[in-house]
């Protein structure tokens, strides 16, 4: 436990903060929660390099053409076509390879950029503002989550919509046996606590879509 306490994170990755508690170990990895914003963060000395995080995401096949992934990021993409106008102009941030969900928008006539630190790091994606954002599936994956909030915070256009696919952590019981953190490149764990931490933080409003949905609307 000692050994484990001295990799503990100087500060929280969200919010700065540097009371961060010991909530857990596995065989893998420890994990330490924020007792400001609740984020659930794993030391730095757990990182995959980006060779190796590459690498894992090389594994995947999400491609257009599977109807199972098209109907997972439908629950994302649904609402938020619910929600915007026909015109609207989107950025899906870090769309992994197959940049699905900008082609299953495009079949319902929203057009939507593709952004992706690996398969599509086109800067001038992020030189642009939105009348929305989507996320899904990466904000676990983000080290510097306090970075990447402002860089969304100045990607959306007022009254913009920022629509986020990720896992939530419930509770501490059913964190022990959750899969969703064995994955080596998910390192920071989200709970309905810290999106309303980040929602009173960037004067956001918070939507909860589904068991790991949320919207956030800029005023």
Excluded at 14 to 23: G, M, P, Y
Excluded at 166 to 184: C, E, L, M, Q, S
Aim: glycine fraction near 4%; hydrophobic fraction near 40%; proline fraction near 4%.
């Amino acid at each position: 436990m000692n050994d484990t306490l001295s990799d503990a994170p100087s500060h929280c990755p969200l919010c700065h903060h540097d009371q961060l508690a010991f909530f857990h170990q596995d065989k893998r990895r420890a994990y330490f929660q924020c007792q400001q914003c609740q984020l659930v963060t794993v030391p730095a000395a757990f990182y995959l390099d980006e060779v190796a995080e590459k690498a894992f995401y090389d594994l995947h096949d999400n491609t257009v053409a599977d109807e199972g992934y098209q109907r997972f990021l439908s629950r994302t993409l649904t609402p938020v076509l619910d929600a915007i106008q026909p015109d609207a102009k989107g950025l899906d941030f870090g769309c992994g390879e197959g940049a699905v969900l900008s082609k299953m928008a495009a079949k319902q006539g929203v057009s939507v950029n593709n952004y992706d630190l690996f398969y599509f790091p086109e800067q001038g994606q992020l030189q642009q503002q939105y009348d929305f954002v989507t996320m899904t599936e990466v904000l676990e994956h983000i080290a510097d989550a306090q970075q990447v909030f402002k860089q969304l915070q100045g990607l959306l256009k007022p009254s913009g919509l920022l629509a986020i696919m990720t896992k939530r952590v419930r509770d501490h019981a059913g964190f022990i046996n959750w899969h969703y953190k064995h994955d080596p490149t998910h390192i920071n764990f989200y709970s309905e606590a810290t999106f309303e931490w980040i929602a009173q933080a960037y004067q956001w409003q918070l939507e909860i879509i589904d068991n790991d949905v949320v919207f956030f609307r800029v005023p």
